[in-house]
């Protein structure tokens, strides 16, 4: 067996990150079927034990095939005529799908089984109609240490509750 001892040029690591979960893979040579995630068509990386299908019917999932822009067109006449199950139906678009390109209507942020972290800090600048730079200076400004910024924190959130 040969052992390489110096610099590889033509390797590559990768690195991903689960948007709902925010488990973290990395490694070189790295896919995204190797570590059992998915990206879909709007960038959105999960890991695939996130995709549920539970809220789709036949009907429903057949209707969403065929009002995805992206999938091929004999795919979607071959699920318009189909007869299978719904589980049938998801593998037949997952095999025509590779872990780079899942449809929007599979992608469980996209369809809104789950929420990311940061839309919901895009959610929260939108909602105070403040930018995070103008967060951050209304930060610096309103606290001396980050003590008092952490009991500010923890007050207002023993509120919510």
Known sequence: MKFRKDFVTNSSSSSYICDICDREECGYDLSLSDIY?????????????????DTFTVD????????????DSSLKEKIRYSDES??????????????????????????????????????????????DEAIKKEIKEK???????KKYIDSRMREVK
């Not at 709007?42 to 996130?50: E, L, M, S, T």
Request: glycine share 2%.
């Open 37 to 53: 995630m998915n990206e879909c068509e709007n960038g959105h990386v999960f890991c695939q034990d996130h995709m549920t299908f």
């Open 60 to 71: 429903s999932f057949k209707k969403a095939v065929e009002n995805d822009r992206w999938l």
């Open 86 to 131: 719904l589980e049938t139906l998801i593998d037949m678009v997952k095999k025509e799908c590779d872990n780079y390109s899942i449809p929007a209507f599979m992608c469980p942020i996209c369809s809104f089984n789950s929420v990311s972290m940061s839309d919901v800090e895009k959610y929260k600048s939108a909602k105070l109609r403040q930018t």
């Open 143 to 149: 606290f001396d240490c980050y003590d008092d910024f």
